[in-house]
């Protein structure tokens, strides 16, 4: 087995790979632009797996990102399409490209990666572990909140489209878990069929993305309105589009929100899915738990190097030992010592440590993105800390209390 990158003349068998890999999901734009990127890479690079016969046994598609961890902005590497030849199941091909990918980026100093799972437990044996989460909400439009007010909406018009990437990119800047990639984004925003703005004083203060989705029913006077991303800068931009959504109410039948924000059914005056789903009778469903991206720490020690400071100062100084199992990438399978003191952390090579934390290394990355916090991770035997005394400070100094929102998907 050869494991290199894709040639631009292999491209026929990179396509029937990937297309059998994923037949209902591979994006006709995704195939036409393949071979171009092979000469050309914009979008990311595609990795293959070759046997003896030069056939291509697996592929996976490499990409840069910048990822917000706890208010830095750092190199991500993303895994995406991981495809095994339809004729070559079963032979750890995906497992040996991902060791791959996981090693390259080690080596370039990319401390952390993600990837959108089509099987959350054969990721989490590649020690990938949970990340960003949305909630999928579904209110009838007359159960919207209305404010009385919408004047400041717009359609976006081609001179607006860099603005609107400004203020998306100011949005990732702030939000912990979002990314940043510069072909993706465009592409992401402006392929919608519909992107509407808000703009007051001159200054765009959010956007969103929409398409139209038929429901069932013996006429076309009714469809649903899926939202895809929904930014905004304040409480009024918010209410603007709740007004909008509401007044919709003579043609569409449901709004659907995939939405990183738990908390937006209280923008809803009934928030009840719709589906005739509940428990015991009469406890309503209102939305359903999203999983979004896993998260990998690939390089320890590059993480720490950019990750100093804690969320809160602590209440303590102390080194923390953090004893760690990575059965991929051995320069991560060993004792981290961190020391830490008010609102820093400093990793260090030599110092006796006051309290010890053994995780596995995908517990580890759910932990210090801030999916799971540490007292749920030793309440439910994911982690053991030696000395509970000191979970807070850790929670503190290495954890995150705000959960990762993402809306990119690769």
Known sequence: MDIRFVLPEEVGQLRRNVLTAFPSKTPDALLRSMEGELYQPDEGRYLGCFDDNGTLAGSILMMDFTLNVRGVMMPMGAAAYVSTNFLRKKEHIARNLLRVLMGYYAKLGTPIGCLHPFSPSFYYKMGYGHGNESTYYTPRTRDIRSFGDKSNLSYAEPEDQEEILESYRAYAARTHGATVHHFMDPHR??????????????????????????????????????????????????????????????????????????????????????????????????????????????????????????????????????????????????????????????????????????????????????????????????????????????????????????????
């Open 189 to 410: 925003i402006f392929d919608m069929p519909y992107v509407v703005l808000c703009r007051k004083n001159g200054r765009i203060t959010g956007y969103f993305t929409f398409e139209f989705v038929e429901v069932d029913h013996y006429t076309d006077m009714y469809h649903d309105l899926v939202i895809r991303e929904m930014i905004y800068d304040d409480l009024d931009t918010l209410r603007q589009f709740m007004t909008f959504f509401a007044s919709q109410v003579d043609q569409i039948e449901r709004i659907r929100f995939l939405s990183p924000d738990e908390h937006l059914h209280l923008m809803f005056l009934n928030p009840d899915s719709g589906e005739n789903r509940a428990h015991d009778g009469c406890i309503h469903e209102i939305g359903r738990r999203t999983m979004g991206y896993m998260v990998r720490l690939f390089d320890i020690p590059t993480y720490f190097a950019q990750q100093t400071h804690c969320e809160t100062p602590v209440s303590r100084p102390f080194v923390l030992a953090l004893d760690v199992k990575d059965d991929f990438i051995e320069a991560n399978n060993g004792i981290f010592l961190l020391r830490i003191d008010g609102d820093s952390v400093r990793l260090v090579a030599d110092a006796p440590p006051d309290v010890v934390l053994t995780t596995g290394i995908a517990e580890l990355s759910s932990f210090v993105m801030g999916a799971v916090p540490l007292r749920q991770m030793l309440a439910h035997g994911s982690m053991l800390l030696h000395d509970e005394s000191y979970a807070d400070d850790i929670q503190r100094a290495i954890g995150w209390s705000v959960k990762p929102k993402n809306y990119t998907y690769f």
